[in-house]
């Protein structure tokens, strides 16, 4: 089975200062990981994914995440924060020994606010 | 720009009335998906077409059904609204669904209200 996890439903943080957005996954083979935002009212946008290689993914708008095998986690940052990146975001996953016959598995979201 | 156009934005809908949500897409796409979303909570995929070979998700509801006429377009029919079916309604395309690591492209939704 697939499954991802972000524990926090809200994260608050103030313009300027570094943002973190938590994900953790399990998977039975090597994982597929993805990041999308969404604005209200919005479809969801695609940030970055990881593959495979280095562990460190550089995304759009300056977004970026970092895979940890050892911790199954796949945390989105960003150096400094921006009132215009307050949106919801989910990280999803599929597990590549499933390939295309599992599809993506979303967390429940995290919103995010960016306090001016 | 090569997109992922829904109309409507916006729909509203009685109880019991059928209701068709179309999506088009113009990045030639073989993968066509449809999700439902409810309340800013994790996007749940109803079903998805693969080229022409359409892919039901076990719990998706009967009352629910997909159309995919060419690579471009695709619809979803609502047959029997209910209340409960009151969801924004997300149309996503993808590549290749044999790799698994391409990410999704997503519309803007349409917003179903079901009076």
């Known amino acids: 089975a697939q499954s991802v996890a972000q524990p926090e439903d809200q994260v608050n943080v103030a313009e300027g200062n570094p943002l973190t957005v938590k994900c953790t996954y399990s998977?039975?083979?090597?994982?597929?990981l993805f990041w999308y935002v969404q604005y209200p009212n919005r479809g969801l946008q695609f940030l970055l994914k990881?593959?495979?290689?280095?562990?460190l993914v550089k995304g759009s708008y300056g977004f970026e995440a970092e895979f940890n095998k050892s911790q199954t986690s796949f945390h989105l940052k960003k150096p400094s924060a921006l009132v215009s990146d307050s949106a919801l975001y989910f990280c999803a996953v599929r597990d590549e020994m499933w390939g295309s016959a599992r599809q993506l598995t979303f967390g429940s979201g995290t919103q995010l606010t960016v306090l001016p | 720009d090569a997109m992922v156009i829904q109309n409507p934005r916006y729909q509203v809908t009685q109880f019991g009335k059928p209701v068709t949500l179309s999506c088009s897409q113009t990045?030639?796409?073989?993968?066509m998906y449809w999700y439902q979303q409810k309340s800013s909570q994790a996007p749940k995929l109803l079903f998805h077409?693969?080229?022409?070979?359409?892919?039901n998700e076990a719990d998706t509801p009967d009352n629910f059904q997909s159309r995919r006429p060419n690579t471009s377009f695709c619809f979803l029919d609502i047959r029997s609204p209910g209340l409960g079916d009151a969801a924004m309604y997300l149309c996503?395309?993808?590549?290749?669904?044999?790799?698994?690591?391409?990410?999704?492209?997503f519309g803007p939704g349409t917003r179903l209200t079901v009076l």
């Open positions: 998977v039975s083979g090597n994982p597929y």
């Open positions: 990045l030639n796409h073989n993968v």
């Open positions: 990881y593959i495979t290689g280095d562990n």
């Open positions: 996503a395309t993808s590549r290749d669904r044999l790799a698994g690591y391409n990410e999704q492209f």
């Open positions: 077409y693969y080229d022409k070979d359409f892919n």
